[in-house]
């Protein structure tokens, strides 16, 4: 499976041009080992991580501990091979050649963003309604799936909440509490099916798009892996077309 790149911003500027996003274990795992070097323009996020080591690492880097929203909390600048480090509010953690954290003037308390792919251009997302971004229900039995598409969906200025059971997405959508969800009908557990069905048929209110592995097996489905862009794209046309309905009640 090939990595997702990014590109990291914040107020003052582009953070990391090239951004590999470390969604996985075995990505997380390998990390920068058996790289000679990293360019000014290189780095890695790795998701989910509050603490890293340098062991059997080549060269220095810095590292930028961030929290849940992407909000520096801590940095540790020139961090040797053989080292370890961390910080308990860290829930990822940025790493980028040495130097480049105080070129950038990435520092604590700065406010980062995600952008996919990296050579997406820089738009600002308009809130779905007057109170605030499209609320996003995703349910999936796949936690891992889970993990990476709330997190991604997250930064593209979604409200996103995850469900893994069909009685979980049915009592959020019966609560209002979303108004799009996003399912995976990929993998042995059926309840997503049975979800999508059920939310189609049943005037929800809310717009239900459907992820998938097999997608001639799921007509109408969404890839779930790749580039995220066709479901951002399609949470934003599926809320548009719900908004005439909103107006008419």
């Known amino acids: 499976m090939t990595p997702r790149v990014a590109r990291i911003e914040s107020d003052g500027g582009v953070v990391c041009e090239r951004c590999v ?15 000679r ?10 998701v989910g991580s509050p603490s890293i080591h340098t062991t059997f ?11 849940r929203e992407l909000g520096v909390v801590g940095l540790k600048e020139d961090m040797k091979p053989w080292r370890i480090a961390g910080r308990w509010k860290a829930k990822h953690i940025l790493e980028l050649r040495s130097g480049e954290a105080a070129r950038r003037n990435v520092g604590a308390g ?20 007057g109170n605030g971004a499209i ?13 990476v598409a709330s997190f991604l969906l997250g930064r593209n200025g979604f409200a996103v909440s995850g469900a893994t059971r ?14 799009v969800v996003v399912l995976d009908t990929s993998g042995p557990e059926r309840w997503p099916v049975r979800a999508a069905a059920a939310l189609g ?35 934003h046309r599926a809320h548009a077309r719900l908004a005439p309905e909103a107006i008419a009640t």
């Open 201 to 235: 048929h049943n005037g929800a209110g809310v717009a239900v798009l459907v992820v998938a592995d097999d997608l001639d097996g799921t007509p109408g489905a969404l890839p779930k892996w790749g580039s995220f862009d066709r479901l951002v794209d399609a949470i």
């Open 166 to 179: 069909f009685a979980d997405v049915m009592d959020a959508v019966e609560r209002e509490r979303a108004d």
């Open 21 to 35: 996003v470390a969604d996985s274990f075995r990505l997380r795992l390998r990390g920068l080992l058996g790289r």
């Open 37 to 46: 070097e990293i360019g000014s323009d290189e780095g890695l996020l790795l």
């Open 57 to 67: 690492m080549r060269f220095p880097i810095d590292v930028v501990f961030l929290d």
């Open 110 to 129: 700065a406010r980062l963003r995600l952008i996919e792919p990296a050579s997406a251009p820089v738009g600002t997302l308009a809130p779905a309604n």
């Open 135 to 147: 609320r996003v229900l995703v349910g999936a039995s796949d936690r891992r799936f889970l993990r």
